[in-house]
């Protein structure tokens, strides 16, 4: 396993060598936001990260440098945990914030009981239908593409693995939750599958992933440590 505090000892031929970052992604940036961040911060293209985070998620983001790019794949295929909240009684287009709340439910009288009890049916192996206002392909078309030209299309559902989905506390309507899941789980389709269990609507109010892996957030550091780090380490030498 890599060594967790490596960004803290790097020198500017190394990120052609290969070097793991490890970002707390900022809230509302793309995840290919901070990729072009730091391309142009280390002066190099070879640069990608290891798992998308929606612009309205924030958290852990491994960016690998160099000849570590061959390790993208290893690192996206690893467990992931998210923090976050649900908010019951509305449902939106995109499963989240992006669009706004729409077919608003009283959720009075949903017991806090049904709320746990309802965890259950999204634990263990699952089918999950990806969120129409996603990255995915469909005969080579991205299908939020299609979704904001507003053509219906039928997504399969693909098979996850959700080990842990625990409601940690209860602020009607909004439930804030841990999940420890599969590659490949969109956390909104969770949020929103959740909801219609219980027959009010949900949707994804905020998000925050915390591990993929045996990385943590708590060992990240925001774009601008990454920057001071970078300039540090390189004696001030980078290129424009």
């Excluded at 998620?57 to 000849?67: E, F, H, N, R, S």
């Excluded at 969109?186 to 045996?214: P, V, W």
């Amino acid at each position: 396993m890599l060594n967790q505090s490596f960004y803290l000892n790097h020198s500017e031929n190394k990120y052609e060598d290969g070097q793991v970052l490890l970002i707390d992604k900022p809230y509302k940036w793309t995840s290919f936001d901070v990729i072009r961040s730091v391309r142009k911060l280390i002066n190099i293209k070879k640069v990608g990260h290891a798992g998308t985070l929606d612009p309205l998620a924030t958290g852990l983001l491994i960016v690998c440098t160099g000849k570590f790019t061959k390790r993208i794949n290893e690192f996206m295929a690893q467990e992931k945990e998210y923090t976050g909240t649900i908010t019951l009684g509305a449902t939106t287009p995109t499963f989240d914030l992006e669009s706004a709340p729409v077919n608003n439910k009283d959720v009075s009288g949903i017991a806090a009981e049904q709320v746990h009890a309802a965890t259950a049916q999204f634990t263990g192996n699952i089918l999950q239908v990806p969120p129409m206002h996603s990255a995915i392909k469909k005969d080579g078309v991205r299908v939020y593409e299609l979704a904001r030209r507003g053509e219906s299309i039928e997504l399969e559902p693909r098979k996850l693995f959700i080990r842990q989905f625990d409601i940690v506390s209860i602020e009607m309507p909004v439930l804030h939750f841990k999940v420890v899941c599969s590659t490949g789980t969109y956390i909104r389709s969770l949020a929103n599958d959740f909801g219609a269990a219980l027959g009010c609507g949900g949707y994804l109010s905020s998000l925050r992933r915390t591990a993929i892996g045996n990385f943590r957030v708590e060992n990240a550091v925001n774009m601008e440590e990454l920057e001071n780090q970078v300039r540090a380490n390189m004696g001030g030498t980078q290129k424009g």
